[in-house]
C-alpha cells in the first residue's frame, strides 16, 4: 500500500504565500493536487505526471498563481501557491495514481490520498 504524506499549508493573508509538498512512498504514475471546502465538490488544483515524464498541468482558477514541480526524490512534488486569494480557502489533498487511465480531472481516478492540509487566506 503506496501511503502518501503531505506537508506545507497555515494561514496566510491575501497576496501571500504557501508551498505543498507530497511524498509517496511507492511508484506513482501522477501525482495531484485537489482541494475541497466546505459545501463543494472536491477539484483538482494541478497535476504533474511522475513517472517518466515532468508535464504537468494546472487549473485555469489558479493559472499563473500556481506551479507544480517534481522534486529530486522519486515521487515526490510540490505546488507553489503565489497571489493567493480567500477563495482558496480550502482543505487541499495529495492524492496518486500508478495507472495512466487514473490521472484525471476527477477524484476517484486516484488511488491513494493524503490526509490533507488546511490552507486559509483571509482577505
Known amino acids: 500500500q503506496v501511503q502518501v504524506v503531505e506537508s506545507g499549508g497555515g494561514s496566510v493573508q491575501a497576496g501571500g504565500s504557501l508551498r505543498l509538498s507530497c511524498r509517496a512512498s511507492?511508484?506513482?504514475?501522477?501525482m495531484a493536487w485537489f482541494r475541497q471546502s466546505p459545501g463543494k465538490e472536491r477539484e483538482r488544483v494541478a497535476l504533474?505526471?511522475?513517472?517518466?515524464?515532468?508535464?504537468?498541468q494546472v487549473a485555469d482558477a489558479v493559472k499563473g498563481r500556481f506551479t507544480i514541480s517534481q522534486d529530486n526524490a522519486p515521487n515526490t512534488m510540490s505546488m507553489q501557491m503565489n497571489s493567493l486569494k480567500p477563495e482558496d480557502t480550502a482543505k487541499y489533498y495529495c492524492?496518486?495514481?500508478?495507472?495512466?487511465?487514473?490521472?484525471?480531472?476527477?477524484?476517484?481516478?486516484?488511488?491513494?490520498w493524503g490526509q490533507g492540509t488546511q490552507v486559509t487566506v483571509s482577505s
Open positions: 492524492a496518486a495514481s500508478a495507472r495512466w487511465n487514473g490521472c484525471t480531472v476527477f477524484a476517484d481516478g486516484y488511488t491513494y
Open positions: 511507492g511508484y506513482t504514475y501522477c
Open positions: 504533474i505526471f511522475t513517472g517518466g515524464g515532468t508535464s504537468s
